[in-house]
């Protein structure tokens, strides 16, 4: 009787409640279980190199480090199937991890309609990747985007002011262009990308990144959710090297 009322609770329950389903359903490794932390409690939570959550994000750096042919992927992409899952505090934490074991990283915001790196890094998004997409920044204000940060060996380009039109601008060949030339100047690559499903960005970036990092979040996408996005991403071409649980408790 109590197996028959846990499949039912199963059933109904729509969204992952433990690391074993998401790999179950998705049929990817989970590479990372990351805590939940309550939302006034985040900021000081991610600064502080003891705490749990930035535990967990070394943790999940780890695995990242054999997930490519040679080792870590030269440029890797970090999404979600929808908003507010974790994906750019994953990004933002990432880049700090890779490169304190001395890797030149380059974060760059590939969200260019509700772009939030800025934001944590606590600078303005004047210029930044539309900006150079559009050719709307001045040769003299060029070196000026890539940004040097108080985290030692991280550069960051801001996503710049959003545009109208950001999958045509994503789906470029100057994009292509930018990322090659960007991965012969660091060591590794990081794209913060918009939530997969509803929108053709983060596909369309994810054939230009080497690997893909899904982030999914704990009882709060739904299963159905999750697999589209991962359908969509695969469909693109995105070589899809694992998943991060966010906000497990």
């Known amino acids: 009787m109590t197996a028959s009322i846990i499949y039912i609770i199963e059933l109904l329950n729509n969204t992952f409640t433990n690391p074993e389903q998401v790999e179950k359903e998705l049929g990817l490794a989970m590479l990372g279980i990351l805590p939940l932390v309550d939302d006034r409690e985040l900021t000081a939570s991610i600064a502080d190199q003891k705490s749990g959550l930035s535990e967990a994000y070394r943790s999940l750096r780890t ?69 150079l997409l559009t050719n709307t920044v001045r040769k003299d204000d060029l070196a000026g985007i890539f940004r040097t940060t108080k985290y030692p060996n991280v550069t960051v380009l801001t996503s710049g002011t959003i545009p109208p039109n950001p999958a045509d601008l994503l789906s470029s060949q100057k994009m292509a262009l930018i990322l090659t030339n960007l991965g012969k100047r660091f060591d590794l690559v990081i794209i913060d990308a918009s939530p997969v499903v509803g929108l053709s960005d983060g596909p369309i970036l994810s054939r230009l990144a080497e690997g893909t990092l899904m982030v999914v979040s704990t009882n709060q996408v739904t299963r159905k959710s999750a697999k589209t996005a991962l359908k969509r991403l695969r469909a693109a071409g995105a070589n899809v090297v694992g998943v991060a649980m966010s906000k497990f408790a």
Do not use: I, M, W, Y
Request: aromatic share 8%; proline share 7%.
């Open 63 to 131: 695995p990242l480090q054999f997930s490519g042919a040679e080792g870590a992927p030269r440029s890797l992409l970090v999404t979600s199937p929808e908003p507010s899952e974790g994906k750019s505090t994953t990004s933002f934490k990432l880049c700090q991890d890779f490169a304190a074991l001395g890797a030149r990283v380059l974060l760059f915001d590939g969200d260019l309609r509700k772009p939030n790196l800025h934001r944590l890094f606590g600078l303005d998004n004047a210029t930044g990747l539309s900006n």
